[in-house]
T-cell receptor
Framework: KAGVTQTPRYLIKTRGQQVTLSCSPI?????VSWYQQTPGQGLQFLFE???????NKGNFPGRFSGRQFSNSRSEMNVSTLELGDSALYLC?????????????FGSGTQLSVL | DQQVKQNSPSLSVQEGRISILNCDYT??????FLWYKKYPAEGPTFLIS?????DKNEDGRFTVFLNKSAKHLSLHIVPSQPGDSAVYFC??????????FGQGTILTVHP
């Protein structure tokens, strides 16, 4: 069974630009969550999607948005990039998203904002 | 508001000794806790979990302890091995889809 796939692996953008990150979950998994990893803040929850609906949202500004498609693939968009958005963005999938299910993470997209 | 805190950014241990990683949480509604391990250039992988109805869960060399009154979680690794060197994240949550993680602790196990 293929794991969680995130593309691209690396991205370099400049301030003010926008970026779209992609995540393909494990086949059969309907819940997709996104996390931001930075050295000082650890893993911060961005949002979670289930059956194309955003079910949970973290404390990030509206510049961060996402969506999920009918095949459970998910995209995350960040508009008007700021230097502080430089981070590793991780996507995780699980069957239904209940808390006691294991999350399966992708390797992440490393975003650098210059 | 950091609901889950790992106050030790790093921990260094000798091979064969015990590693103890600590985690504190503030949300008394959390009913499920877990630990994930992350190697460089890889995504985190599930390590061990514990429900709030238990105070201990073991899986091989890994044991998680939960002290609900102190809102404290710890992970014990015995014996520690060099391959355990990684970043460890603790997390807690309730209901669906939103797990809150700590800042992570970098564990280094020296041969």
């Amino acid at each position: 069974k293929a794991g969680v796939t995130q593309t691209p692996r690396y991205l370099i953008k400049t301030r003010g630009q926008q970026v779209t990150l992609s995540c393909s979950p494990i086949s059969g998994h309907r819940s997709v969550s996104w996390y931001q990893q930075t050295p000082g803040q650890g893993l911060q929850f961005l949002f979670e999607y289930f059956s194309e609906t955003q079910r949970n949202k973290g404390n990030f500004p509206g510049r961060f948005s996402g969506r999920q498609f009918s095949n459970s693939r998910s995209e995350m968009n960040v508009s008007t990039l700021e230097l502080g958005d430089s981070a590793l963005y991780l996507c995780a999938s699980s069957l239904t998203g209940i808390t006691n299910e294991k999350l399966f993470f992708g390797s992440g997209t490393q975003l650098s904002v210059l | 508001d950091q609901q889950v805190k790992q106050n030790s950014p790093s921990l260094s241990v000798q091979e064969g000794r015990i590693s103890i990683l600590n985690c504190d949480y503030t949300n008394s509604m959390f009913d499920y806790f877990l630990w994930y391990k992350k190697y460089p250039a890889e995504g985190p992988t599930f390590l061990i979990s514990i429900s709030s109805i238990k105070d201990k869960n073991e899986d091989g060399r890994f044991t998680v302890f939960l002290n609900k009154s102190a809102k404290h979680l710890s992970l014990h690794i015995v014996p520690s091995q060099p391959g355990d060197s990684a970043v460890y994240f603790c997390g807690g949550g309730t209901s669906y889809g939103k797990l809150t993680f700590g800042q992570g602790t970098i564990l280094t196990v020296h041969p």
